[in-house]
């Protein structure tokens, strides 16, 4: 069973949707989690990072449920720039920086 | 902001040969850096652990004599790929902590794309 679980997509949504993406984690030992972004061919960059309180910055809502080890990411208002592979990270390293990245899901935003 | 650079982004080397690739901080001393490789359609997953002045830690799988690590500066970590072949062919990136920031702070360089032939 992979460490960090995703669903690939892809996920093609009109301008202006709202799309949810989930994420499943097996190490209950994960401390800390994050949603990255990579676009086609290029490094990952950080989006946020996922806190039990749930998080909001601008339209992306990121929310974390450690009983269940699972993490989901919120885009609402969907823009096409926002078309890019979504990463569910964790770091089981206590701190560390050992992520551990899933295997991301595809969002496709047309017009 | 910090930057972090690789080079070089674009590699085609003959089966056989090794390939060296650097990472650079630009703008902070990172004691950790740390390589992983991706896979087309795939996650990127962590190779080894790249501390200054001392050995890197690999994952398991990960055969530290083909890809021998090398962090002998604060701002600079080398990955080789000694001995390449087709199968090693991938999109190799690097990242390096921040050691003054929260643990969410990891630069990536842009990657490097090696094509063994």
Redesign the interface.
Known sequence: RKE?EQD?GPFNVPEGATVAFNCTYSNSASQ?F?WYRQDC??????LM?VYSSGNEDGRFTAQLNRASQYISLLIRDSKLSDSATY?CVA?PSG??????????TRLAVHP | GAVVSQHPSWVICKSGTSVKIECRSLDFQAT?M?W?RQFP??????MA?SNEGSKATYEQGVEKDKFLINHASLTLSTLTVTSAHPEDSS?Y?C?A?HPGQG??T?Y????T?LLVL
Request: net charge positive; no cysteine.
């Open positions: 960090v690939p800390s994050f061919r290029k490094e990952p960059k950080l990072s990463l770091d701190g560390y920086n050992k992520l551990i990245f899933g295997a991301g | 950790t740390f992983y359609k795939q996650s990127l997953m962590l652990t999109f990136i990242s902590r643990v969410e990891q990536f360089g842009p990657g794309r």
